[in-house]
Nanobody
Framework: QVQLVESGGGLVQAGGSLRVSCAAS????????MGWYRQAPGKQRELVAT???????NYADAVKGRFTISRDNAKNTVYLEMNSLKPEDTAVYYC???????????????WGQGTQVTVSS
């Protein structure tokens, strides 16, 4: 029912920038938190950044100062602006959302399919 669709991934040289987007669709009553995670080959999935419906943000130390997360509540969309990219940022980036399908439903976490971001040296 609920679907998260990501876009904007690709290949970038070190020092470059990239902006990825994720839009949530389907039956949605409200979205509390949206965020971005990433996973490199052979490594665990790790938090990149999150943002609440009120605009409060938090970032992983590895990306703080370089990445910016934002959201458009009217569009149920979250964005991640990535600047000064490094080869270490290469990973599959996953969008997620903690949301309620209705006023009587519990909150659940949903994930996107993931989008590949590759940073060359």
């Amino acid at each position: 029912q609920v679907q998260l669709v990501e876009s904007g991934g690709g290949l970038v040289q070190a020092g470059g920038s990239l902006r990825v987007s994720c839009a949530a669709s389907g039956r949605i009553f409200s979205i509390n938190v949206m965020g971005w995670y990433r996973q490199a080959p052979g490594k665990q999935r790790e938090l990149v950044a999150t943002i609440t419906s009120g605009g409060n943000t938090n970032y992983a130390d590895a990306v703080k100062g370089r990445f910016t997360i934002s959201r458009d509540n009217a569009k149920n969309t979250v964005y991640l602006e990535m600047n000064s990219l490094k080869p270490e940022d290469t990973a599959v980036y996953y969008c997620n959302a903690e949301l309620r399908a209705s006023v009587i439903a519990n909150t659940k976490t949903y994930w996107g399919q993931g989008t590949q971001v590759t940073v060359s040296s």
